[in-house]
């Protein structure tokens, strides 16, 4: 099947008449973006799957940076992790003050 003419264009350089790679929809931003790669993002929690990745990976005898890329963060937090290998679900406290006012307290 022989491609239109209207595709090809600029010396025979196939010019396709959407975009590859591109989410459809918005044109910008971040929305944009390929949110696949979540290493690459900053600020990101850890979850406990991730660590207990990195556990395993690191209890087969890989080495602390490799065990940390295939789990998805840095070889900074590999560190942490290893000084405090709780998973973050048990790292987290409860809170123990008031967040707003309490509209139901004089009823």
């Not at 022989?2 to 350089?13: H, K, S, V």
């Given at each position: 099947?022989?491609?239109?003419e209207?595709?090809?264009?600029n010396g025979g350089?196939?010019k ?5 790679g591109?989410p ?5 931003g971040?929305?944009a973006?390929?949110t ?6 900053p600020?990101l929690h850890?979850t ?5 990745l990195y556990?395993?990976?690191?209890s087969?005898?890989?080495?602390k940076?490799?065990a940390?890329?295939?789990a998805?963060f840095s070889?900074?937090?590999a560190r942490?992790i290893d000084?405090?290998?709780r ?8 809170r ?5 006012t309490d509209?139901?307290?004089d009823?």
């Amino acid at each position: 099947m022989p491609l239109p003419e209207t595709a090809l264009a600029n010396g025979g350089d196939l010019k396709l008449p959407f975009r590859v790679g591109q989410p459809s929809g918005v044109e910008g931003g971040i929305a944009a973006q390929s949110t696949n790669d979540l290493s690459s993002m900053p600020n990101l929690h850890l979850t406990d799957c991730q660590v207990m990745l990195y556990m395993t990976s690191r209890s087969r005898n890989q080495s602390k940076d490799a065990a940390a890329a295939s789990a998805g963060f840095s070889a900074g937090t590999a560190r942490r992790i290893d000084k405090d290998p709780r998973l973050p679900s048990q790292k987290k406290q409860p809170r123990t003050w008031r967040t707003r006012t309490d509209p139901l307290r004089d009823a």
